[in-house]
């Protein structure tokens, strides 16, 4: 966790990083994974120390984050697996929410290991739609947070995105659930449609020709 101090600056860092996967998630899928990785290794090593001890935690978040941000990196496909993973938990969750339960543990895990194997075979869109709807609630959350939102400042300094849930929205915020649809939706269209460099690799093989 960050101190209070450097909430700001890290909802500046969870809008751009939000913005970025929302709308270009597919092209720039390791930037994306780097920085998810930089995100949660800074955010581990950091915890180790207290929160009177900044400079000690600052300098942990940033070898923690080099760290993490080059594992991601590295596991190229595993980024794409969590991908898969965490869309197929996402869709368990959101088909037991409108009963207002929790789903099964299986079925939770059922589903994250379909969606794991999904994810690999069809890498391409579930990349866009992962990045498209992830991103744009980070990039929501960012904003509340630099707006002065107290939860997504909390959320912010913690690195986890998810404490404000989508699915629950803050009384007063029901706008937020409509609002990262439409942004998710837009950007999966945007990566589908121009950023995901799909028309131009055909277009250079069709030159080849």
Not at 20 to 45: D, H, N, P, S, W
């Amino acid at each position: 966790m960050l101190p209070a101090t450097y909430q700001l600056p890290a909802a500046i860092v969870l809008l751009v990083g939000g913005i970025v996967a929302t709308f270009f998630g597919y092209r720039l899928f390791r930037i994306v994974l780097a920085f998810a990785g930089f995100m949660l290794g800074g955010l581990a090593a950091s915890s180790i120390f207290g929160m009177s001890d900044t400079m000690s935690m600052i300098v942990a978040f940033g070898v923690g984050g080099l760290i993490g941000a080059a594992i991601m990196i590295a596991a190229y496909f595993v980024g794409v697996s969590l991908i898969g993973a965490g869309l197929g938990a996402f869709v368990a969750n959101l088909a037991f929410a409108a009963g207002d339960r929790d789903p099964h543990f299986l079925v939770v895990v059922f589903l994250s290991i379909a969606g794991a194997a999904l994810a690999m075979y069809l890498q391409r869109y579930f990349i866009i739609v992962g990045t498209g709807f992830g991103g744009a609630w980070t990039m929501l959350v960012g904003l509340l947070a630099v707006l002065g939102d107290q939860k997504a400042r909390a959320a912010a300094a913690t690195g986890d995105v998810w404490v404000v849930y989508p699915m629950n929205p803050a009384p007063g915020q029901a706008w937020l659930f409509w609002a990262w649809l439409a942004l998710g939706a837009i950007g999966m269209g945007v990566q589908l449609g121009w950023t995901g460099g799909e028309r131009k690799r055909s277009g250079r093989r069709s030159r080849k020709k």
